[in-house]
């Protein structure tokens, strides 16, 4: 069964620390995503990648950066986690070929920065 | 910029029960659009992905339409059990675009 895994399902830490989130995937997919899911804003973009070492901006990128150095992992970072970074994160992975490119998602990683 | 939105944001049906989700999104120029169901604190699984060029999936109890031109699609789920209730989301994908575009979800309770 192919799988989006992400490393940890809860997490806390404190403000201003630097935070990483991982995901890897087995599917051998060319997309990769995070997410952040907040109530009553539903899901929103921070960043996404079509291909190793590439990335593209999403709707929220500001406060995050991310890295791709292997096609299977890649990773979202919080320079200096802030209180209103706390949140779910969802990492999800796509293929491109048509027909085949819905998206799979992780468990999810429920942050919460103190 | 792509709009989803899903009515009602929250429903109740006794078990049993046949239902309609609704899913409705403003720009028809989509590439394809996939439904998702959410349990509590957990990540998204996907249920049915409708291409542009379809007009349905199915996969056992759940069956999804879509109708480009009026920019809508409706997620029908036969028969409902407790085990349905979740959160569902429809997701729409952008002609030339790569990510998705989510709707806010429909909160479904299935009672015993």
């Known amino acids: 069964d192919v799988k989006v895994t992400q490393s940890s399902r809860y997490l806390v830490k404190r403000t201003g620390e630097k935070v990483f989130l991982e995901c890897v995937q087995d599917?051998?997919?060319?997309?990769m995503f995070w997410y952040r899911q907040d109530p009553g804003l539903g899901l929103r973009l921070i960043y996404f990648s079509y291909d190793v070492k590439m990335k593209e901006k999403g709707d929220i990128p500001e406060g995050y950066s991310v890295s791709r150095e292997k096609k299977e992992r890649f990773s979202l970072i919080l320079e200096s986690a802030s209180t209103n970074q706390t949140s779910m994160y969802l990492c999800a992975s796509s293929l491109i070929r048509l027909g085949q490119d819905g998206y799979t998602f992780g468990s999810g990683t429920r942050l919460t920065v103190v | 910029k792509q709009e989803v939105t899903q009515i009602p944001a929250a429903l109740s049906v006794p078990e049993g029960e046949n239902l309609v989700l609704n899913c409705s999104f403003t720009?028809?120029?989509?590439?394809?659009l996939q439904w998702f169901r959410q349990d509590p604190g957990k990540g998204l699984t996907s249920l049915l992905l409708?291409?542009?060029?379809?007009r349905e999936q199915t996969s056992g109890r759940l069956n999804a339409s879509l109708d480009k031109s009026s920019g809508r699609s409706t997620l029908y789920i036969a028969a409902s059990q407790p085990g349905d209730s979740a959160t569902y989301l429809c997701?729409?994908?952008?002609?030339?675009?790569?990510?998705?575009?989510f709707g806010t979800g429909t909160r479904l309770t299935v009672i015993p």
């Open positions: 720009d028809s120029a989509i590439y394809n």
């Open positions: 599917m051998d997919h060319e997309n």
């Open positions: 409708i291409q542009s060029s379809q």
């Open positions: 997701a729409v994908k952008r002609s030339g675009a790569n990510n998705l575009f």
